[in-house]
């Protein structure tokens, strides 16, 4: 199984940012895919999580603003972030494990590499 994100980089405070993660290596159309981010010091969060049937959950940190959504014929996860603050800095991985949501780190059995996202002015 391998997971690859991508779309990080260096975004100004209410700017907008998608980042991808693309998923290989099971039958990804029956899976859940969760992005977490992990900021310097901190524990990594659950941002948002999609089931296979498309049922979206969102943080509430980033209610609003984190839009998640995903293309079962390209094995890719969307994450749609806009209106960022600065608080949403850090590195961003999507984790997948089975067909549940659960903004647990530990629960997940398999991770991508993260992709860095920088909101500064």
């Known amino acids: 199984v391998k997971l690859v994100e991508s779309g990080g980089g260096l975004v100004q405070p209410g700017g907008s940012l998608r980042l991808s993660c693309e998923v290989s290596?099971?039958?990804?159309?029956?899976?859940?895919v969760t992005w977490f981010r992990q900021a310097p010091g901190k524990e990594r969060e659950g941002v948002s999580c999609?089931?296979?049937?498309?049922?979206?959950y969102i943080a509430y940190s980033v209610e609003g603003r984190f839009t998640i959504s995903r293309d079962n014929a390209k094995n890719m996860v969307y994450l749609q972030m806009d209106n960022v603050k600065p608080e949403d800095s850090g590195i961003y991985y999507c984790?997948?494990?089975?067909?549940?949501?659960?903004?647990?780190?530990?629960?997940?059995?398999?991770w991508g590499q993260g992709t860095q996202v920088t909101v500064s002015s």
């Open positions: 984790a997948i494990n089975d067909n549940f949501c659960m903004f647990v780190a530990s629960y997940y059995k398999y």
């Open positions: 999609i089931k296979s049937d498309g049922k979206p």
């Open positions: 290596g099971l039958p990804f159309e029956d899976y859940a």
